[in-house]
């Protein structure tokens, strides 16, 4: 079982390499996750006491969680009534979370962390608009 500081250090860890301006996404697999793994466990302050595995496949299940909560924040904002504040967006987006998945959202904080990260990537819930085929054209 993973506690909560374990999950938070396993985020920072992640953004910390994913961040990494030398080499950063051009890391091969193998090597990111050996960098991950030797930042959390430098966060822990601990040796190492965790498998490869383990730490790939709880950041796996970490990732799956904060995207799907995203999402539903991203459709929240998007249709925010004016008077909305943004901690009613959050009660709104923790509810629709607890509806849509059957279980509370308990990772604000890593939510926060990895969303202010420049390498986190959101997917749009709705396609840009398209621009007519046909456009007006002058004769000369």
Known sequence: MWEVDEEMALALAWIDSSEDSIQG????????WVQIR???FALMVR???RR????YNKWKS????????????????????????????L????????????????MLEIWRQ???????????TS???????RSKTTTT
């Open 62 to 89: 970490l990732r799956t969680k904060i995207t799907d909560f995203t999402a539903v924040h991203t459709r929240v904002v998007n249709n925010r009534k004016r008077s909305m504040s943004d901690a009613d967006v």
């Open 25 to 32: 996404d051009g890391k091969l697999s193998p090597e990111f």
């Open 47 to 49: 040796r190492e006491y």
């Open 127 to 133: 396609s840009p608009p398209r621009l007519s085929k």
């Open 38 to 40: 030797t930042k959390f």
């Open 91 to 106: 009660e709104v987006c923790l509810k629709q979370y607890k509806a849509l998945y059957n279980k509370d959202f308990s």
């Open 114 to 124: 990895c969303i202010s990260s420049p390498k986190w990537h959101t997917v749009p």
């Open 52 to 55: 490869n595995d383990s730490v």
